[in-house]
């Protein structure tokens, strides 16, 4: 069962567009939604996280919209870079109740940002 | 500061050898967790420990997988007798108690010939 759903696989994006990447989650008690970027032979780098009690968040270029009745959340970058150009992973965990923040995550896109 | 370091950052090693593979976590972060990503499966949970509390396993995929934490700090993972399918980059993160974010070491790329 896959708790965590991607989209899409790839995505390729022109300098200074928009790049738009969405997830949607099953498991109701997920309280805590990161994305991560990832870049070849790097272990993941923590972007930009959400809780479900905002329905936007916004660092820099990037933004997190969060929709808690549809239970999904997409990641938007503003003015997308060459360098913007990693594997991005949406992830949701819980951490109330004691719980222990284990992650589960989307299985990535693969955005390439062309010059 | 420093971030996670993982060691070794590569390793090679005949199916049905034993491998440990090193953590060690930002200073002062009690909980750490190990992932493995492969590409089959992606990025999946293995186990969490979190001060001298007992360690949630349930993400270890057979019983040839354990860790251990030593003193808090310091963690290693060990496959006894690998398999071919045990091939994957093996992921630490650590993550400072009362807050949210965990942080990624580099990983150790594993390869099981």
């Known amino acids: 069962q896959q708790q965590v759903k991607q989209s899409p696989q790839s995505l390729i994006v022109q300098k200074g567009g928009i790049s738009i990447i969405n997830c949607a989650y099953e498991n109701t008690a997920f309280d805590y939604f990161p994305w991560y970027q990832q870049f070849p032979g790097k272990g993941p780098a923590l972007l930009i996280a959400i809780r479900p009690d905002v329905s936007e968040k916004k660092e820099g270029r990037f933004t997190i919209s969060f929709n808690k009745s549809a239970k999904q959340f997409s990641l938007h970058i503003m003015d997308s870079q060459p360098g913007d150009s990693a594997t991005y992973f949406c992830a949701a965990s819980r951490g109330s109740g004691g719980s222990n923040y284990k992650l589960t995550f989307g299985k990535g896109t693969l955005l390439t940002v062309n010059p | 500061g420093a971030g996670v370091s993982q060691s070794p950052s590569n390793k090679v090693t005949e199916k049905g050898k034993d491998v440990e593979l090193r953590c060690d976590p930002i200073?002062?972060?009690?909980?750490l967790y190990w992932y493995r990503q492969s590409l089959g499966q992606g990025l999946e949970f293995l186990i969490y420990?979190?001060?001298?509390?007992?360690?949630?396993k349930s993400g270890l995929p057979s019983d040839r997988f354990s860790a251990e934490r030593t003193g808090g700090s310091v963690s290693t993972l060990t496959i006894q007798r690998t398999q071919q399918e045990d091939s994957a980059v093996y992921l630490c993160?650590?993550?400072?108690?009362?807050?949210?974010?965990?942080?990624f070491g580099p990983g150790t790329r594993l390869t099981v010939t």
């Open positions: 993160a650590s993550r400072d108690s009362g807050r949210s974010e965990q942080y």
């Open positions: 420990f979190q001060g001298n509390s007992a360690p949630d």
């Open positions: 200073s002062g972060h009690t909980a």
